[in-house]
């Protein structure tokens, strides 16, 4: 039986991890690869992070058309040409990930590449079963579980019997639909809704939870509700009965809501309900590891499973989805691997998100639901857009920056941005709570280039409400 140092499993975030400081042990990486394609190179890059983004920014640009003639200029929009915006996104990722793959399978002498799905059959000891069938065995004295997650799917009558999309498929359609019905209201719905809508697609939203978002601060998350309601037609409360195959292709949604059950006939479904963590497929119980009651594999802050030689990162053990997390776990791991006398930990304070939609949202740290819920003392400002000199050129309405923070320390507890660019404009608070600055300090000792939008966030911080003698 095959015998190696190091198996890592996954090639997204876990591939970066083996480098030349690894020459000296023998590595195999196995990876079933990702979406219908089944590429190299994990969710992000393939069918995640990067191809949203670049169908959220042609979105923006056709957002524009509206906003920009209140403004007193008169856009038109003359066309979008779905393939052409595809094509050009493919067109690029495909060769990256192509090429990820061949320099994965020839570039370090030391350094195997496995194409196929990775299942333990014993503690350290792997089967690999590729795409034909063909099995093969091999033990490692280090695993480190990369695997990732996977849509959730539905699970209602009728839903075997119709073409339900999800973010692995909905990227590659030939033709735009005329209208979809979006199923969920989070971080991809969301995405989606704002490319889809700016596109001309008429796009219902059903999400279950009385608002989209509903884990964001709640201003921002009604904020949210309210702004997705303007552009798509939105229900909540909205509970899934059925898929009905109709003529065409189309598909008949049912659904009950709090006006009682309905019927939503449309060409095209989005599934977009959350991700399930792929730990429960790699039979891990042969490894002695039981996993997290939500699904994931137990790891402690240096990545460590409960089982020695066995560690993970990313989707499949982290509670956040988030890509820029799975980066520095597998930094940690890479670092652990190469150091074992000296392991650093993870930090997960302040792990900032961003959604992508229209308008962005970005924040960290606590909602304010949850610093009331965890009985913390705190104190909060708002600052609208509006009210700062570049709001004014764009003619801002129902944008903000919200924070919370520690009037004992000073620290920031928590940041929420609802507005143009405000993924970018969360940064500055984000460095200022990983590195315990005082947020008085933050506000009053660097200049803010006037009139930039970041005196949305420069506001914000100068009109905390601290108390007379902190
Ligand atoms: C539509 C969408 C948009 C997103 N946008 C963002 C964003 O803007 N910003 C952000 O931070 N995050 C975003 N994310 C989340 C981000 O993509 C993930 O958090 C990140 O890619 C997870 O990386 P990973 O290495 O854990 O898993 P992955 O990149 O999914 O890698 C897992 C790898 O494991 C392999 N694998 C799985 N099971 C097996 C097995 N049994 N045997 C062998 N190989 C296996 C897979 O083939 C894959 O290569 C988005 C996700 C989606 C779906
Ligand atoms: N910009 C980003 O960083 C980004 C973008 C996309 C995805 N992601 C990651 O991917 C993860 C998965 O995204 P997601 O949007 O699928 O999940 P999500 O957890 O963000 O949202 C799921 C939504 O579906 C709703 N829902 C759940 N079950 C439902 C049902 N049966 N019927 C109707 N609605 C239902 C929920 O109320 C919720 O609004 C995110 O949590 C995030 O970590 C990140």
Redesign the pocket.
């Known amino acids: 039986m095959r015998h190696v140092d190091l198996c890592v499993?996954?090639?997204?975030?876990?591939n970066s991890i083996v480098d030349e400081r690894f020459a000296d042990r023998r590595v195999a990486i196995?990876?079933?690869?990702?979406g219908p394609q089944q590429a190299?190179?994990?969710?992000?890059l393939n069918?995640?992070?990067i191809p949203?983004?670049m169908y959220v920014y042609p979105a923006d640009l056709a957002a524009e058309v509206d906003h920009a003639r209140a403004l007193g200029v008169d856009l038109r929009l003359d066309g979008v040409h779905w393939r052409a915006i595809r094509d050009r996104i493919f067109g690029r990722i495909d060769p990256i990930a192509e090429a990820g793959r061949r320099w994965r399978a020839s570039g370090m002498a030391n350094v195997e590449l496995l194409r196929?799905?990775?299942?333990f059959v014993g503690p350290r000891a792997l089967r690999?079963v590729g795409a034909e069938g063909a099995a093969e065995d091999l033990t490692a004295d280090q695993v480190v579980i990369?695997?990732?997650?996977r849509?959730r799917s539905v699970d209602v009558p009728g839903a075997d019997r119709v073409v339900l999309h999800t973010?692995d498929t909905v990227m590659r359609l030939e033709e735009l639909p005329r209208e979809m019905v979006i199923v969920g209201g989070g971080?991809?719905g969301l995405?989606f809704a704002h490319v889809f809508a700016s596109f001309g697609v008429d796009v219902t939203i059903l999400n279950r939870a009385g608002m989209l978002l509903r884990k964001e601060d709640e201003d921002v998350a009604l904020r949210a509700t309210q702004v997705a309601s303007q552009r798509c037609h939105v229900h909540l409360q909205q509970h899934l009965d059925a898929f009905e195959p109709l003529d065409g292709g189309r598909i008949r949604v049912r659904a009950t809501g709090p006006s009682g059950p309905r019927a939503y006939d449309t060409d095209l479904v989005l599934v977009a309900i959350g991700?399930i963590p792929?730990g429960d497929?790699?039979g891990v119980e042969a490894t002695g590891l039981t996993l997290t009651p939500d699904g994931r594999i137990p790891v402690d802050e240096h990545q460590r499973t409960p089982v020695e030689g066995i560690w993970a990162?990313?989707?499949?053990s982290s509670p956040y989805?988030?890509?820029?997390?799975?980066n520095a776990e597998?930094r940690t791991v890479q670092h652990n691997l190469l150091h074992p006398d000296d392991l650093v930990a993870t930090d997960h304070r302040f792990v900032p998100?961003?959604v992508?939609g229209s308008p962005q949202i970005a924040a960290t740290g606590l909602t304010e639901q949850e610093a009331r819920g965890r009985g913390l003392r705190y104190i909060t400002a708002t600052q609208d857009y509006r009210d700062v000199a570049y709001g004014w050129a764009m003619e801002d309405d129902g944008h903000f920056c919200k924070l919370l923070a520690d009037p004992a320390t000073g620290q920031l507890l928590g940041a929420h941005i609802i507005g143009p660019q405000a993924s970018v404009l969360l940064q500055p608070l984000v460095q200022a709570a990983a590195l315990g600055l005082d947020l008085r300090t933050l506000a009053r000792s660097q200049y803010w280039i006037h009139p930039a939008l970041t005196e949305v966030v420069e506001n914000a911080l100068l009109a905390l409400p601290w108390p007379e003698a902190a």
């Open positions: 499993i996954g090639s997204g975030s876990g196995v990876d079933a690869g990702v190299f190179g994990g969710t992000c069918l995640g992070c949203t983004k196929g799905r990775a299942h690999v990369a695997a990732g997650s849509p973010s971080y991809i995405e991700r792929n497929r790699l990162l990313g989707d499949v989805l988030l890509k820029h997390v799975a597998a998100h961003a992508f």
